[in-house]
């Protein structure tokens, strides 16, 4: 039997001042990471690191103290602050060599465009002695694999079609034979539940007696993740020794984690992966073959703008109507002159909008965004109205924060409203 722990451990060092600053966000090693977790490899640091050649040499001895591979990204273009070569070249104890072919490769790329090839550009024919040219095909700067001892080093541009191309090329292929040679195979899968309704502790309270029991496990882990108007995310993640090994663990576990938690809070699973609660509300729609209609208050069109990211959404949804103002609620929707704060206006404008647009089912908001009181009401009171079926019912919400996470969660929080209601049905 394969062994499962894989001593082909790698490092990401991702090279940019830009990265330290801010200025962009750093998807080459979100992607590297999910990309070598999928080929069962395990990665457990990443590092960035401005363009300053002791800093970035200091960073690749961290880099090679714990881990057997690292993965470079950036700092191979032709511009003084591309020191990668150079840092390489240190690590390595060699000098940098100029390759005559590569700058015939450079030019012929600038020549096929009808453009003049810097003299920079030379710089990104410069190689360590004794590395391996990973060749370009998208761009100008070649990718670099080198040796130290016993252990690699690969270096590849920071542009990520570029990036992603030489790994799937050249890296990867690599990683797997030197991990095939220590006789270690595993394969990592990865599954999200998806909630709304509870908080990270509530949730880790909930599950507490599986993640205890996993503490010492090599095999399957459970991670929480906050994020934002998105709910509470639950991963879990298992290492098998092939796909299929893999994913049955993964199966098993994601029973053991869905009883747990729907026994502490009922049905807030709403989805798996990258279904959002729109996806959520798409599918209950489609397979009951209905229609929706909206009409949104404070959300100011917000509920429409997620209903429509969905592909498709033409097929169930007909429109919405965003009756800010309290007249718009009286003369279009027939909500009763008075409070437009209150759970009758709510529901009466779901109805409203029913019957304007002819659907199946409607979901209305209405409430205070803030920072001033209406109708009574304080900041983050909201009240959702439900029209399914002979079924007019409400949800009341209170929603803490600014305007805009007022109008942010209450848009989620009505859709979950639906999608409750939805699953009423018959």
């Keep these: 039997m394969a062994k499962l722990c894989s001593l082909v451990r790698v490092e990401i060092v991702a090279v940019g001042t830009e990265l330290l600053l801010g200025q962009i966000p750093d998807t080459n090693s979100q992607w590297l990471g999910e990309r070598l977790a999928a080929n069962g490899i395990a990665s457990h640091f990443h590092q960035h690191v401005g ?94 694999i080198c040796p130290v001892g016993d252990q690699v080093m690969y270096a590849v541009p920071g542009v990520p079609y570029e990036m992603s191309d030489m790994f799937e090329r050249a890296i990867l292929p690599d990683l797997l034979n030197r991990q095939r040679a220590q006789g270690h195979t595993s394969v990592i899968v ?77 049905d807030i699973i709403f989805g798996l992966d990258d279904e959002t609660m729109e996806h959520a509300i798409a599918q209950r729609l489609l397979a009951r073959g209905l229609s929706l209609g909206l009409a949104e208050s404070l959300t100011g069109g917000l509920i429409a703008s997620r209903l429509v990211n969905v592909p498709g959404a033409s097929q169930w949804f007909r429109g919405g109507i965003v009756s800010y103002a309290s007249q718009v609620k009286f003369d279009l929707l027939n909500v009763t002159p008075g409070p437009v704060v209150s759970a009758s206006a709510a529901q009466e404008m779901a109805l409203g909008a029913r019957a304007l647009l002819g659907t199946d089912v409607a979901l209305a908001v209405t409430g205070v965004a803030g920072p001033d009181e209406q109708d009574g009401q304080g900041p983050g009171t909201v009240f959702v109205g439900l029209a399914i079926g002979d079924e007019v019912t409400h949800v009341q919400l209170r929603v803490p924060g600014d305007r805009a996470r007022v109008r942010s969660f209450s848009a989620i929080g009505a859709l979950d409203a639906l999608r409750r209601g939805l699953d009423r049905l018959a």
């Design 51 to 144: 363009d300053n050649h002791e800093r970035i040499v200091a960073a690749f001895r961290i880099a090679l103290s714990r881990s057997d591979a690292v993965i470079v990204c950036g700092g191979l273009g032709p511009t003084q602050d591309d020191i990668t070569r150079a840092a390489l070249a240190e690590i390595m104890g060699v000098d940098l060599v100029r390759h005559d072919d590569i700058v015939e490769k450079i030019r012929s790329f600038f020549d096929a465009r009808g453009r003049t090839m810097s003299l920079n550009n030379l710089l990104q024919a410069d190689v360590p002695a004794g590395a391996t040219i990973i060749e370009q095909v998208r761009g100008t700067a070649p990718g670099l």
């Design 190 to 266: 990865s599954r999200v539940l998806r909630t709304w309704g509870a908080s990270e502790s509530g949730l880790a309270e909930a599950v507490a007696e599986r993640f205890d029991a996993l503490v010492d496990s090599d095999r399957v882990t459970i991670a929480f993740l906050a994020s934002g108007i998105e709910g509470i995310k639950v991963r879990i993640t298992a290492r098998g020794n092939d796909r299929e090994h893999a994913l049955a663990l993964l199966d098993e576990e994601e029973q053991l984690v869905r009883a747990l938690i729907e026994a502490a809070f009922g």
